[in-house]
């Protein structure tokens, strides 16, 4: 293994000289650890931008709403984003408890 690929792999969190065999390639443990680790921040990414998706919809659907119906649901317009956001965090959080 060059010092090249050794820093590459120290920067991504992999300590490869763990799992060199003497011949010099990877064990099978090194590349399960690899994939194990791309496919979760592959999955990471997926779920942070479903989540993004989600919070833009209801922001756009609350804020379709007129003001009466708005107020009788105890929403401000201008905190809609911010309650929004707050209970996609917490889904048991009361939107009443936000305001407070």
Known sequence: ???????DNRAYGV???KFAR????ASLAAVNAAIDAIVSGIARAFKAVHMEMQERAAIRM???LDDRILHDIGVPRP????MVRKMMENPDLDHRVIRK
């Open 22 to 25: 003497v011949d010099g390639s």
């Open 79 to 82: 905190e809609i984003s911010t």
């Open 15 to 17: 300590d490869a000289a």
């Open 62 to 64: 609350l804020s379709e």
């Open 1 to 7: 293994m060059n010092d090249r690929n050794y820093a």
